[in-house]
T-cell receptor, first 114, second 112 residues
Framework: EAQVTQNPRYLITVTGKKLTVTCSQN?????MSWYRQDPGLGLRQIYY???????DKGDVPEGYKVSRKEKRNFPLILESPSPNQTSLYFC?????????????FGPGTRLTVL | QKEVEQDPGPLSVPEGAIVSLNCTYS??????FMWYRQYSRKGPELLMY????GNKEDGRFTAQVDKSSKYISLFIRDSQPSDSATYLC????????????FGSGTRLSIRP
């Protein structure tokens, strides 16, 4: 079954405590992205990756890091989380090229930073 | 001004009605226009996309793009309670979906 998985699904942490949210896809997709979703603001792109070792900033990259060492994995790293990073996070993957149809989102990670 | 504007709703209609969801945008360079459906506590799923202006139909769903007015619409015919969800419009400059700009979403409720 084609899918994007994220872990953890729910996380409560404290300001300054480094955390990583993992994302994995089993479709051999080239493109992967991270979004955050906040009420009234919709989905905003944090980072995206076009292939292994190729990443670029989205619209709201401040306070986040990513890495793409393997095609299937695209972890999101918060080195020093702050309360304004409390949000619902989605990882997504797509085939790239002209295959807009092949887009999949993960189930989401709800992060609360106290 | 946001690049993509979408009325948040909520929008409530009776079962069987035709639903019209709309978005406006400011950047004329957008070429790909997408609609996503997001059920509560789930990730978005792509419903359909169109390239440039025109209409596209898929079952009960029709997407329309009017680039001259910078306005896109999604119509749902014979709406069902299972269509109750948040609908997100989105736009991209490229076909690769590497950079997508989303609207804030419209929450739709279909009353049985």
């Amino acid at each position: 079954e084609a899918q994007v998985t994220q872990n953890p699904r729910y996380l409560i942490t404290v300001t300054g405590k480094k955390l990583t949210v993992t994302c994995s896809q089993n479709m051999n997709h080239e493109y992967m992205s991270w979004y955050r979703q906040d009420p009234g603001l919709g989905l905003r792109q944090i980072y995206y990756s076009m292939n292994v070792e190729v990443t670029d900033k989205g619209d709201v990259p401040e306070g986040y890091k990513v890495s793409r060492k393997e095609k299937r994995n695209f972890p999101l790293i918060l080195e020093s989380p702050s309360p304004n990073q409390t949000s619902l996070y989605f990882c997504a993957s797509n085939l790239g090229g002209t295959s807009l149809n092949e887009q999949f989102f993960g189930p989401g990670t709800r992060l609360t930073v106290l | 001004q946001k690049e993509v504007e979408q009325d948040p709703g909520p929008l409530s209609v009776p079962e069987g009605a035709i639903v019209s969801l709309n978005c406006t945008y400011s950047n004329s360079a957008f070429q790909y226009f997408m609609w996503y459906r997001q059920y509560s506590r789930k990730g978005p799923e792509l419903l359909m996309y169109t390239y440039s202006s025109g209409n596209k139909e898929d079952g009960r769903f029709t997407a329309q793009v009017d680039k001259s007015s910078k306005y896109i619409s999604l119509f749902i015919r014979d709406s069902q309670p299972s269509d109750s969800a948040t609908y997100l419009c989105a736009m991209s400059f490229y076909s690769s979906a590497s950079k997508i700009i989303f609207g804030s979403g419209t929450r739709l409720s279909i009353r049985p």
